[in-house]
């Protein structure tokens, strides 16, 4: 099959996946992919963990080599982005003003880490974020052992750069101005349970403590004034504290957003000719709008607008899993625990591991498993299928598992 051109408008994993999957399904369509970075799109989550500590080089980050593109007919086109969208004429001006013609869009766009201002030192030289290959290379020099390290925000960006730091030997300071770290995306049990890992691990965290301001000498960065008054010397900084999706394109033309670029059932935007997906989009899910950042959710997501594209169109309904690497822990995460109005903790069969069970109105809604893949399979399993579990089954370490999928 054959139709108009797709021009894919972001190089990341939603945007290979989508460009992969049609190729999978047959489909002979002009594709351009246009990439923002000066590299073939890669893996984003092992730069931070395996990439940064040396164990991984970057020709194993990349989804596929580099022969592929021309292989499977794709036009990549890096170092270069968009600068403005037509739609009433359908088209795509790039930042050198050349005009590319499309049937469909897509918005692959992903987000960008939030920085801190200017005014309190966010543009001091060694204060870093963690995104992208470039990100990860300028870090890659900073971090040696012995060196003093702050890191701005207790999320899981915070908490895995924290852990790779202390693998190759920092000093490592975490503040999180909210009352506990993981507070916006998981339960106080979970924290404590991470909080007490990294401890161990001769991490100091700081919790209900912000960043007042960054102190410079000769440009770099050099100590921190924290919110309490105090004052810490420290070589570089990496800030965690949220992103932001890069939806400036589609305001720009005139689509809907949100905290995202607003989309349907099918990943179609309010323009059905454009569709977004991965971090960049703001789909339904249970009523509400959401945007999931995760490799699952991109992958997924594309490879349901291929299936549109392909003429075998049928509602995305998001499954959302997650998972993070800190140490020698696994963190794995199934379902979206927004709303939760109780939490089930049950010990695992090894020592050390534990899950917690979200649950909304009686209804499991999700599961976090810290080295415990029987509770994340079984927790998963049941989420999937939109079954539920018995509290108290759940919270006795003598029942088996199996017991919740009868």
Known sequence: MAAGRLVIVGAGQAGFALAAKLRALKDERPITMIGSEDVIPYQRPPLSKKYLMGEMS??????????????????????????????????????DGSVLEYEHLALTTGSTPRTLPASI??????????????????????MKA?????????????????????????????????????????SKETADVMRAIHAEHGVVIREKTGLTRLIGEDGRVRG????????????????????????????QCGLDVGNGILVDDYARTSDPAIFAMGDCAMLPWKGTNIRLESVQNAVDQAESVAATLTGSAEPYEAKPWFWSDQYDVKLQIAGFNLGYDETVMRPGSREGSVSIWYFREGRLIAVDAINDAKAYVTGKKLLDNGLTADKALIADPATDLKQLLA
């Open 224 to 251: 921190a004034e924290l919110s309490d008054g105090t004052v810490i010397d420290i070589d570089f900084v990496i800030v965690g504290i949220g992103v932001t999706p890069n939806d400036r394109l589609a305001q």
């Open 121 to 142: 030192g966010g543009d001091l030289t060694g204060v870093f974020t963690v995104r992208d290959k470039r990100n990860a290379d300028l870090l890659a020099d900073e």
């Open 146 to 186: 012995g060196r003093r390290l702050l890191i701005i925000g207790g999320g899981y960006i915070g908490l895995e750069a924290a852990a790779v730091a202390r693998h190759l030997g920092l000093e490592v300071t975490l503040i999180e101005m909210a009352d506990r770290i993981l507070q916006r995306v998981a």
């Open 58 to 95: 970057f020709d194993r980050l990349t989804f596929r080599p580099e022969t592929w593109f021309a292989e499977h007919d794709v036009e990549i086109r890096l170092s270069t982005f968009v600068e403005e969208i037509d739609r009433d004429a359908k088209t795509v001006r790039m930042q």
